[in-house]
């Protein structure tokens, strides 16, 4: 056994020889969206993602499904099913079986199975001090996932929404691969500031975000301060309690899309800050992008700072150290001296 759940880690790995180790991971849940083919789509992309986020690559998947059979017809089924394989189809695994069960509610997900050279592995627990941390897809699928179920989400965002969920990590992982990443966990149900407060806490770091550099679903502001705002969202935010400080001015939406429990987050990647230009480089040759949103730093393990306005000024006066090392800085991104944090 090389990775269990003591580290909050995306997947279970098990060593079988030198240099080869299985990634095994499942997830489900259910229906977020109405179109079934989109469940589907974004359920696969969610199982696989925490292959990717242990910087693994998918062999093979099997389905999971749970499906009232008297009550909704069957081809609602088959959709689910045939969106799941065509995420699959583009990770360029098969699915090989899967179990189906009569349920009062649908559900669907996978098992994911794939591979990871150990030493490549991008676990919990290799974040460092002075690591950038770098987000590959915008916040806010809770909040959207919640208007859909009140009929109220605009549909602008929803197919927005459903695009990045349904999007494989796939690239992101090979960019944390090439650029030797230390760490990267996929940001899903405990929210940006959970999952980054358990990687800190597996690395015995702590971490600063810059609240205003985070990318969020253009419109998705709206939607918090009219009220829908998911129960996970909420737990998170009071789990958060003591763990999380929040430094300058930070809006209450946006601490609260800090915290957003998502569905097929992107890849959160702690990486050393030298290799950050390349980083983005990559990220964006393979169609993903990805922003600095902070830092790794000195503090209590797992502790993490949201610094808004105030913070952000604080970081841009501080010298913009290491800029030399990197060609060819990146609009938008500034490296600088990793705060000490605590
Ligand atoms: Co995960
Ligand atoms: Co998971």
């Given at each position: 056994m090389l990775v269990d759940a003591s580290t909050g880690d995306d997947a279970a790995v098990y060593r079988l020889a030198d240099g080869r180790a299985l990634v095994v991971t499942l997830d489900f849940f259910t229906?977020?969206?109405?179109d079934p083919y989109d469940f589907g789509r974004i359920a696969a992309a969610n199982a696989l993602s925490d292959v990717y986020a242990m910087g693994g690559r998918p062999l093979f998947a099997l389905n999971l499904l749970s499906f009232p059979r008297g009550l909704l017809d069957e081809g609602l089924a088959e959709e689910i099913i045939r969106g799941g394989a065509e995420k699959a189809a583009e990770a360029g695994i098969p699915v090989l079986g899967g179990h189906s069960i009569d349920d009062a509610e649908p559900k669907y997900g996978m098992v994911a199975v794939g591979e990871v050279d150990p030493d490549a592995m991008l676990a919990n627990d290799g974040a460092q001090v002075g690591d950038d941390l770098v987000l590959t897809k915008p916040l806010g699928m809770g909040i959207v996932a919640t208007a859909v179920k009140a009929g109220k989400c605009p549909p602008g965002l929803l197919g927005e929404a459903v695009e990045w969920m349904a999007r494989l990590n796939r690239g992101a992982a090979e960019a944390a691969r090439a650029v030797g990443a230390h760490a990267a966990t996929d940001v899903t149900g405990y929210g940006l500031t959970g999952h980054l407060g358990i990687m800190a806490r597996a690395s015995g770091v702590a971490a600063r975000i810059d609240a205003d550099r985070v990318p969020l679903l253009e419109g998705v502001e709206e939607l918090v301060e009219a009220g829908f705002v998911p129960g996970g969202t909420r737990r998170n935010r009071a789990d958060a309690a003591g763990r999380v400080t929040v430094e300058g001015d930070v809006s209450e939406t946006v601490q609260v899309l800090l915290a957003d429990a998502q569905t097929s987050g992107g890849l959160l990647i702690a990486c050393p800050s030298a290799r950050t230009g390349e980083l983005l480089r990559e990220l964006e040759v393979g169609g993903d992008g990805g922003v600095v949103v902070g830092t790794v730093g000195e503090g209590e393990a797992g502790h993490v700072v949201i610094a808004g306005k105030r913070g952000v000024k604080d970081l841009l006066l501080a010298p913009a150290a290491r800029?030399?090392?990197?060609?060819?800085p990146r609009k938008g991104h500034r490296h600088r001296e990793p705060p000490t944090l605590g």
């Open positions: 229906p977020i969206v109405d800029t030399d090392e990197l060609a060819p």
